[in-house]
């Protein structure tokens, strides 16, 4: 027999398919001690599905509606209406009407009700579908009731709840309706509860807010409410609003808004002792749920009831610790310029690689430096470097400090962890080029010792010798002679910077010094796209070719055309080379270009339309000869000072240095992604075995494995399929968050500032990384794939790893929301001499694709123009 209702009492979370995620909810919170629920029942997604299945031509309809793009307002606008019309126009059947009305007479048939949605997709814990559907309150009467049943179930395709599906990649099909028909409550105040900071996201942190009347007048918008925070016990923060209207419920039905009289409006909503008691209430929910919630309060007659908790899924999660004790984080992903939220095998593997612990949530990396903090030498280390690389991770960092009490004092322990040497005194390492050729030979025969030695294994043994191999890719990437040229690279950057800011008033001189310096294999990738569009521009037929090319298997087709074997050797040539790169090349299980060349196709397209013959090389060329100009005039300055041939061969010694050593700077990287993709080829190729042997449903499905994981299922032949879609569904609601770039152990995530009043009002402030001001239309890319780049543009994007660079050669300028002074787009900005200010908070949406910018890369801010 079908249940098409079920009362509260009757629901627990494990009923969601029937009732949906706010009927679970409304359940759960029925059977936690000492929380009230207004009574009430659930018309179940089984009395939905049968009005789907009686509604004409629904299956086209859905049909139609899962094939629209997101952007295209007016289609689903249309088409969601259409489905919305077709559902109103079902009678209820006799038997379903009966079951409803006489669920309402069993409870009361004279009383008002409320008649809210409760999908499927709703309320759940990796997904918030809140105020997506509808919510109806004072409902009177049975056929009133059962009227509101139907446009709840109409709800589902709004246009805004279309769209959020379209977006999260939710199935229309695979989303139910349930309704929730709950008896009225007409309270004296209402409002909403938060277990956690909605601001800063501090779990220790309840903070509510509280209007008179309906909730609804909060919700909504139309009045300012209370708001009052709780932490610890103790009320530490409140503000009493103007409170100028109230929601009530009218007489006839519905509701009606009244204005409160005036000596009313700035009285409290709640007393304190309310608040605390809420806060308790509240607390109480939070732990019954297991994590933080988003909860809707009434307060009437003697006590306060609950009409609705759902999780709050926009909270960034704490990374997991195995003590109570105070930490804090800061991002890897902010200095890897890649915030993307990762799969667990590419986490392991990270973790596994790095040089120190690095914790997992929300799947980013973070390093705790609580104790770096604690110890006065190493934190004025890292607060030093901060100061320079990374401002707004150095500057939130300075604030949690200056709290007094959240960082534990430890004793000193000597110099900071990668601290700068005081007055930036060179490394105990010779000027010798001889040195960086063979720490990369060195590299390379190991790269090939790995290639030779990979192919015959499988299984655990696969598994054991790549676990062997990354002490060997480690024992690389730390080389203490790799480490010093990278240092010494550095240090004279920092020489050179501060003794010309000191006697020739020249700022970032060494941004200019550094052009087109010899060795930096990142910089050359970019020269190289250059050189494929070289072959590829002759021959009109390739290109035609090209701007239609979408599907993976072009390079087959290309010999067939006039100039395409020529360049389809080109292209794979190039990706020879670099086809282990990919943007977000730090997670192992990004697609590479080698396996989806598409990728490179608007790049060298690019190249072909913006460029002639020769310009990688005339590029290359032409910065040289700016640096060696840049050097010479500055030595001809300086020899013109007092002391001046001491401090000119001072200077040429540290030029010399810097640009023997810097563009080594990028190479340890290439390497190891290089050393990734072995590894990825070779665990695929035996993923492949265990799809044949259907311990897994598909080879990727060892992405969402930690590396220890997939060991253990490479031995046993087992995989948990659960585990896996559970790891499916928790990356895809990662997805959706952003990282802070610090964030402590009570979830708060700290935000820091530029503390500068030196800019023009209305300017944008960031992190000034390569010299020179530059004007020009301002291009917000946010998908390396879509890049479409005319003569003159400024890039301005989210963050650039090494997989951008390409991109460089075609623009003038370049804007970044993240990076640092030696994060990957700086050092290419600098080689390639374009004007760069990075760390510009929320760059990709205060400036508009295709405005005019002014970039001041040598002092850090960017002008918008009319």
């Known amino acids: 027999m079908r249940s098409y209702v079920l009362g509260f009492e ?72 259409e489905v919305r019309r077709t559902l109103a126009g079902i009678a209820i059947p006799d038997d379903l009407a009966a079951a409803v009305t006489g669920a309402v007479t069993r409870l009361d048939g004279h009383a008002a009700y409320a ?34 049943v139907s446009r709840c179930w109409a709800s589902l395709f709004t246009e805004r709840a279309v769209t959020y599906r379209l977006r999260s990649g939710f199935d229309h099909r695979k989303v139910s309706m349930s309704v929730v028909v709950q008896q009225m409550i007409f309270p004296q105040a209402a409002g909403v509860l938060f277990t956690a900071d909605p601001v800063t996201s501090s779990r220790k942190i309840v903070s509510i807010e509280a209007s008179f009347g309906l909730g609804e007048a909060l919700v909504s918008g139309l009045v300012n409410a209370d708001v009052y925070q709780v932490r610890d016990g103790e009320v530490v923060a409140g503000a009493v609003a103007a409170k100028k209207l109230a929601v009530y419920a009218s007489p006839a039905g519905g509701t009606q808004e009244l204005a409160i009289e005036p000596a009313r409006q700035e009285q409290p909503a709640l007393t304190d002792a309310q608040v605390m008691r809420l806060a308790q209430l509240g607390r109480r929910i939070e732990a019954h749920f297991g994590r933080p919630q988003d909860i809707e309060w009434c307060l009437a007659g003697d006590g306060f009831q609950i009409v609705q908790s759902r999780p709050i899924t926009t909270l960034f999660p704490i990374p997991e610790t195995g003590d109570e004790a105070n930490h804090v984080y800061i ?24 040089a120190r612990p690095m914790s997992e949530a929300g799947g ?18 890292l607060l030093k470097v901060l ?181 389809r050797d080109a292209i794979q040539a190039f990706l020879g080379k670099y086809g282990m790169r990919c943007a977000g090349e730090i997670d192992i299980t990004k697609p590479r270009w080698s396996e989806r060349p598409a990728a490179l196709v608007p790049m060298i397209l690019g190249n072909v339309r913006n460029f002639g013959p020769g310009a990688g090389e005339r590029r290359f060329e032409q910065g040289r000869q700016q640096a060696w100009q840049q050097e010479q005039q500055l030595l ?49 190729n035996d993923a492949e075995r265990l799809v044949r042997a259907r311990v897994l449903r598909a080879r990727e499905d060892i992405f969402y494995l930690t590396f220890a994981e997939l060991h253990d299922v490479v031995r046993s032949d087992q995989a948990d399929d659960q585990l896996i879609q559970q790891r499916k569904d928790a990356f895809r609601s990662y997805q959706a968050l952003t990282p802070p770039r610090v964030i402590t152990s009570d979830g708060e995530a700290v935000a820091g500032a530029y503390r500068r009043d030196d800019v023009p009002a209305g300017a944008l402030i960031g992190l000034p990384v390569s010299a020179g001001t530059i004007e020009g239309r301002a291009r917000v890319i946010l998908d390396l794939a879509a890049a479409d780049l005319g003569p003159g543009d400024i890039l301005v994007t989210a963050c650039t790893d090494p997989s951008w660079s390409p991109l460089f050669v075609a623009i003038t300028g370049l804007v970044t929301e993240v990076g640092g002074l030696m994060t990957h787009g700086a050092v290419i900005a600098r080689e390639y001499g374009l004007p760069a200010v990075v760390g510009v908070e929320h760059a990709t949406r205060l400036i508009r694709d295709g405005q005019r910018i002014r970039v001041h890369g040598t002092d850090g801010y960017i002008e918008l123009l009319p």
């Open 115 to 148: 008649v809210r949605s409760s999908a499927t997709a709703e309320d759940l814990p990796t997904a918030s579908f809140a105020g997506q559907q509808d919510t109806y309150l004072n409902v009177v009467g049975l056929a009133a009731i059962l009227r509101h």
């Open 331 to 354: 991002s890897v992903g902010h200095q890897q310029m890649m915030t993307d939220a990762m799969k667990p095998l590419g986490i392991s593997l990270w973790q596994l690689t790095a």
């Open 636 to 684: 001809t300055r300086l020899r013109a000072l007092p002391d001046g041939e001491r401090k000119a061969d001072e200077a040429k010694r540290m030029i010399e240095r810097v640009r023997t050593f810097i563009g080594y700077r990028e190479y340890p990287k290439y390497h190891m992604i290089s050393r990734y993709f072995v590894y990825k080829q070779a665990l695929l």
């Open 364 to 381: 980013r990396l973070f390093v705790d430096v609580t104790r770096d903090l604690g110890s006065p030498a190493t934190r004025a280390g």
């Open 387 to 567: 100061e320079t690389s990374e401002p707004l991770i150095g500057d939130a960092l300075q604030t949690v400090l200056e709290r007094g009490d959240f960082i534990p004092a430890l004793p000193d322990e000597g110099p900071g962890r990668g601290g700068r040497p005081a007055g930036g005194a060179p490394a105990p390492i010779k000027t010798d080029p001889a040195i960086v050729a063979g720490l990369i030979e060195r590299g390379q025969a190991s790269l090939d010792t790995l290639q030779r030695d990979i192919r015959e294994k499988s299984g655990a043994a696969l598994l054991d010798f790549i676990l062997a191999d990354v002490q060997e890719l480690k024992r690389i990437m730390f080389d203490p002679e790799s480490s010093q040229v990278i240092r010494a690279a550095m240090q004279a950057t920092w020489w050179l910077n501060e003794q010309l800011q000191a006697w020739l008033a020249e700022k970032n001189a060494a941004d200019t010094l550094t052009q087109s310096a010899p060795g930096n294999v990142t910089s050359e990738m970019g020269l190289a796209l250059l050189e494929v569009a070289d072959v590829i521009r002759p021959h009109p037929d390739v290109v035609a070719f090209l701007q239609h090319a979408e599907d993976e298997s072009f390079l087959d087709e290309m010999p067939a055309l006039a100039g395409g074997r020529e360049a």
């Open 10 to 81: 009757e629901i627990d979370k494990t009923r969601v398919a029937l009732v949906g995620g706010k009927g679970a909810q409304l359940g759960e919170l029925l059977r936690i001690e000492g929380i009230r629920v207004p009574a009430g029942f659930c018309v179940t997604t089984e009395a939905f599905r049968r009005i789907m299945t009686t509604a004409p031509r629904i299956d086209d309809q859905l049909d139609r509606l899962s094939r629209l793009d997101t952007g295209d307002r007016q289609a689903i606008r249309a088409l969601s209406a």
